[in-house]
């Protein structure tokens, strides 16, 4: 049986943006990742569910924080599931297996804990040791400004495009970028994301 991810998540404070702003973005984003209602869904106005690999969660997790952290005062809380997918329905939503139980069971869990992202793979180990890793990056990533959030964006999204292109397309100098990049940690961003990717490599056999 295919070992998948499913990510659970909703938009913070969503009530105190425009719809507009960040439901566009997102669903363009999502558009990118596969086809709805198969592959991912918004529902309940501000509640999305992606269906991926265990190996690419992680990043689409951080990009669409990085991506809805762009508007000013929005974050999102996502809760990734890893494991089997023993139903398939006609939806995301509608699916069912390990993977899907696990995500909407972290995902119940982040808002008593004040945590905007966890996972849950099954294995207690590997489970304290991502999750660990991943509450010492969030102490920077939520604190990611909307200008630092969009070059994070566009380094997740875009890996082998140069700063001096980003510059050009933000209408900064270069040296602006390199700048915003340091200050979003993302060298340690990319370390967190090798980290994950180690950790997991095993559900993508």
Known sequence: MKVIAILT??????????VIQWMTMLK?????????????????????????SPEDALIIAIGIKALIKTVKNLDVRI???????????????????????????????LKKQKLNLAIATGDLKKDKALN?????????????????????????????VSQQEWADYLKVQQSAVSQRLKRARMELVLEVLDFYKETVKEFNA
């Open 132 to 160: 660990l890793v991943l509450r010492l990056a969030l102490d920077f990533m939520d604190n990611w400004s909307v200008v630092t959030a969009e070059v994070v964006r566009l380094a997740l999204e875009q890996p082998d």
């Open 28 to 52: 363009k984003r999502l558009n990118q990742l596969g086809t709805t209602p198969i592959d991912w869904e918004i529902y309940r106005g501000d509640e999305f569910q992606i269906r991926t």
């Open 79 to 109: 809760g990734i599931g890893i494991g089997e997918e023993n139903f398939e329905g006609s939806s995301v939503s509608q699916s069912n297996g390990k993977a899907h139980q696990r995500s909407g069971r972290v995902f119940e869990t």
């Open 9 to 18: 998540g909703d938009i913070v404070n969503s009530e105190q943006s425009e």
